[in-house]
C-alpha cells in the first residue's frame, strides 16, 4: 500500500510512517518542519524514516497548495494521513494566527488533494479538545462539541466539519480521529511529560496546572499508531453501500454519516490519570523529585479528559491499554538516550 502523511517528522506521523514502513509499505512524507519547536528533532525523525528505501518525503508548508498538489500527485497514494496541524493548546491563546493557517487553510488544501487524487481512504487527527466544556464523563463520540475552548479546538472541529463536507460532495471516505493526550518516545518538547522529565532531570522548577488537580486520558504512541494502522482498513462505506446484501450490518455507537462515507473515532487509553500521579510516576522514574511550581488552571484547558472507546474497539478488536507508568518509562529511557543524560 502507498501512504501518503502529513506531519511525518512531527510526533504521531514519524511513528506511524515508520510502523507503516516496518510493515513493508511505501510512505511519502509532507511535513514543513515549522520552528513551533526544535527543528533538530523533527530533522532527526525524518533521518531515521529515510533509512528506509520506500520512504521519500516532501519539506514544504500544507499552504503551498502547488507543492502539496505536486507531491501527493507524484506519490499516487492509496491512503492520505492528514496529521500535520499546529497542535498545542495553550500556545493558540498566544499565536491564534499559526492556526489558521495551518489548520484551516491547510487543511482545505489537503481536502482539496484528496478530491483531486480521490484515495481509497482518507483520515485526518482531530482532537479530544472539540469535547472542550462538555461536562459528561466519559467523552463518547455522539456527545456535545459545540464548546471549543480554545482556537485550537475550534479548527479541529472545524477540520471535522470540512472533512464531512468534502466526504459528501466527493465521495472520499473520511475518517476523523480524536486524539487523547498522546505521550511517548520522541514526544514534543512543549508537552507536560518533556517538560516535567527536562525539569526534573535538570532540577530546575515545573510548572504544575491547577495545582495538579487536572485529569488527562494519556495515551501511549505506540497504541495509538497501532489504531490508525487498524482504521485505515476499516473504510467507511457510503450510504448507498449500507446493505445487508453487501454485507454491511449496523455497529452500536457508529457516528457514521446518514448523508457521506464519513465517521469520527476516539483513540484513547479509556482511562483518566491524575496529573499529580503522573508527576510522581516521571519522578519514580527519572529517581529524583521536582521542583514544583503549582500554577491555577491556564485559560483555554480543559480539568478533565477521559476517552469512551467501545467503536474503536469494536471497528478494529482493538483498543489502547498501555499503562501509564510503563509508557512513562519508556519516555524516560529515550529521553536519557537521546540527550545522553
Ligand atoms: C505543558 C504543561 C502541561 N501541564 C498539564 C496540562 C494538562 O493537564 C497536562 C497535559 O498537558 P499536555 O500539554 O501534555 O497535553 P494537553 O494539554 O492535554 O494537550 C495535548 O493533547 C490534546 C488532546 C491535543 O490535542 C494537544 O495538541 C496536545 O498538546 O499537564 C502542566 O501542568 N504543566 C505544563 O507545563
Excluded at 501527493?72 to 493557517?101: C, K, M
Excluded at 526534573?200 to 489504531?227: K, Q, S
Aim: net charge neutral; hydrophobic share 40%.
Amino acid at each position: 500500500m502507498r501512504v501518503f502523511i502529513t506531519g511525518s517528522a512531527g510526533f504521531i506521523g514519524f511513528h506511524l510512517a515508520r510502523l507503516l514502513l516496518q510493515q513493508g509499505h511505501t510512505v511519502h512524507g509532507y511535513d514543513g518542519l515549522t520552528d513551533y519547536y526544535d527543528v533538530r528533532l523533527k530533522q532527526r525523525r525524518h533521518a531515521l524514516l529515510r533509512e528506509f528505501p520506500a520512504f521519500a518525503a516532501t519539506e514544504a508548508m500544507l499552504e503551498d497548495a502547488a507543492t502539496l498538489q505536486a507531491a501527493a500527485r507524484a506519490a499516487q497514494p492509496d491512503v492520505i494521513v492528514h496529521l500535520a496541524a499546529q497542535a498545542g493548546v495553550r500556545y493558540s491563546l498566544e499565536n491564534p494566527r499559526a492556526y489558521i493557517d495551518a489548520n484551516l487553510v491547510g487543511t482545505f488544501n489537503l481536502l482539496e488533494v484528496a478530491r483531486a487524487i480521490k484515495p481509497r481512504h482518507l483520515l485526518m487527527a482531530s482532537t479530544s479538545s472539540v469535547y472542550g466544556a462538555n461536562p459528561e464523563m466519559p467523552f463518547g463520540e455522539q456527545q456535545k462539541t459545540d464548546w471549543p475552548l480554545t482556537l485550537y479546538a475550534a479548527t479541529k472541529k472545524a477540520n471535522e466539519a470540512m472533512g464531512h463536507a468534502y466526504a459528501h460532495i466527493h465521495g472520499v471516505p473520511t475518517t476523523m480521529f480524536r486524539f487523547f493526550t498522546v505521550y511517548g518516545p520522541w514526544g514534543r518538547p512543549d508537552m507536560a511529560l518533556f517538560k516535567f522529565t527536562k525539569g526534573i532531570l535538570e532540577g530546575t522548577p515545573i510548572d504544575i496546572y491547577n495545582h495538579g488537580d487536572m485529569w488527562r486520558d494519556f495515551t501511549y504512541v505506540d497504541d495509538l499508531v497501532r489504531a490508525i494502522r487498524l482504521l485505515i482498513d476499516v473504510v467507511p462505506p457510503a450510504p448507498e453501500q449500507r446493505t445487508p446484501a453487501r454485507g454491511w450490518q449496523p455497529i452500536e455507537g457508529d457516528t457514521l454519516s446518514p448523508a457521506a462515507p464519513w465517521r469520527v473515532v476516539n483513540i484513547g487509553n479509556s482511562d483518566k490519570v491524575r496529573l499529580l500521579d503522573f508527576v510522581e510516576a516521571i519522578e519514580a522514574e527519572v529517581g529524583k523529585p521536582a521542583v514544583r511550581n503549582h500554577l491555577p488552571l491556564q485559560t483555554g484547558d480543559v480539568p478533565a479528559t477521559w476517552a469512551e472507546c467501545s467503536l474503536l474497539q469494536r471497528l478494529t478488536g482493538y483498543r489502547p491499554q498501555t499503562p501509564f507508568r510503563q509508557g512513562v518509562a519508556a519516555f524516560v529511557r529515550w529521553y536519557r538516550d537521546y540527550h545522553g543524560v
